[in-house]
């Protein structure tokens, strides 16, 4: 089931809630909460955390970030000028404009992959068609063989 922003309430009333909007652990938000990369929750008069509508969306843009191999420690970094307020947004923009294009850079390395998976697929389709043709399986479409 995909949570959207309108089912988060305003105030998540534990840690275990927290961890379902989200999609983590109780372990690991405590994990990123003790290396910084999560200010510490609110607590309640029992002790018990208290996460509140920002900060679960605020896990879910670093999930993002992580999902496309941002390292925790970059993460970090960008929530440090993000906590500085307005004056780091030119930083904050030219550090997911460099993201952005590695991001770019893997998309196209894997759509390269997935084209020479593509042309073998073929390759042994028409080999299954018809049996008695050659089989060079080390083919490879634009490769030079270096």
């Known amino acids: ?19 379902e909007l989200t999609g983590l652990t109780e ?13 510490y929750a609110d607590r309640k008069p029992n002790g018990h955390r208290q996460y509140s509508k920002d900060q679960i969306l605020g896990i879910r843009f670093l999930l993002r970030l992580k999902a496309t191999g941002m390292t925790l420690e970059e993460m ?6 993000t906590h500085q307020g ?32 593509r042309y073998k ?10 049996p008695n043709t050659d089989s060079y399986d080390c083919e490879v479409p634009g490769d030079s063989g270096q």
């Not at 970090?76 to 000028?81: D, G, K, P, T, V």
């Not at 697929?121 to 018809?130: D, G, I, Q, S, T």
């Open 1 to 19: 089931m995909d949570i959207t922003t309108q089912d988060i309430p305003e105030t998540v009333t534990s840690i275990s809630q927290a961890a």
């Open 86 to 117: 307005d004056s780091t947004l030119s930083e904050r923009y030219t550090l997911l404009e460099a993201h952005n294009d590695q991001i770019a850079r893997e998309i196209a390395k894997l759509q390269e992959t997935q084209e020479v998976i």
């Open 76 to 81: 970090r970094h960008y929530l440090e000028l």
């Open 121 to 130: 697929l073929r390759h042994f389709r028409e080999l299954a068609e018809n």
């Open 27 to 39: 372990d690991t938000i405590r994990y990123y909460e003790r290396i910084g990369l999560l200010p």
